[in-house]
């Protein structure tokens, strides 16, 4: 099949409840092959997204299109060449896990050829699939969860809060996997509050707050305008003291230790010049993290919405 056009294309996707927006206006594009992280805060309209998404929901207005499909009115096409992991994940309780599996495909109409494979790597043996899930632990459904998802090979993958529950050895075959999905083309979008998976794992990434889009940036990109925390040890036991300049930097003092949030562009020549003017025993400077750039875009988005209104 040839594949054209983007995984993923929102245009004007609105979702209300009653007057209440779930969804406001998101224009959304993912491109085929990429892993793209989908962030935001709880009520931020994550999940009403991933929910009309995948044809759970109507939405109110706008258009979605998945692998150039609509999902309600192309549901049986789509079906096969979509996996879905939700974020409160609902099993029948008095089925086995391979009952269960087996119901899911025969529900989305597909051939399960990576069905076995992800079952032994997750670490679901045949004793595991032929008991009851409601004997399973959080973990255990959360692994079912992830091959029922993963067993028919499909191209686009929605997972939402994918390693809750898992143990830090099952996260580590699930980073894996997803290497393995991008090395071969297949479309990931992955929903997650846990900013160091999606960080580790996503190309791109999109931020929503209240139902708007807020941005969408590379991780690269995030990380490298994010300020870096420097930490310094002075040497005099003076303690906290006065810094000239840098008290820009948001100073933090603990005893003779400061803390100092230096911004990209001073972070060669503004920082020589204090070292050169301290008695430094110590220093080290923190790589940027993601979770200051979802908080830093978080508090522009705020303060712009509290100018608007």
Known sequence: MERVGPAIELAGLSKYYGRKAGVDQLDLTVRRGEIFGFLGPNGAGKTTTIRCLVGLLRPSSGQIRLLGLDPLFDHRR??????????E???YPELTGAQTLRLLSDLQGAATPRRVE???RLGLAAADLGRPVREY????KQKLGLVQALQHDPELVVLDEPTEGLDPLVQEVFFALLEEASHVGRTVLLSSHV????????????LVRAGRLVAVRSVSTLRQERARRVRLVLADGRGPQALGPAERWSPRWNGDE???LVPPTELVTGLRELLAALPV???????AGLDEA????YRQDVEAAAVRS
């Not at 632990?137 to 255990?140: D, F, I, L, Q």
């Not at 025993?281 to 790589?287: F, G, L, M, R, T």
């Open 78 to 87: 789509l079906a096969p060449r979509l996996g879905y992991l939700p974020g």
């Open 89 to 91: 994940l609902r099993l």
């Open 118 to 120: 992800l079952c032994e």
């Open 137 to 140: 632990s959080r973990g255990m």
């Open 195 to 206: 900013l160091p998976e999606v960080q580790r794992a996503c190309g791109r990434v999109a």
């Open 258 to 260: 400061v803390q100092l």
């Open 281 to 287: 025993a110590d220093v080290s400077v923190e790589e």
């Open 294 to 297: 979802f908080l830093d875009l």
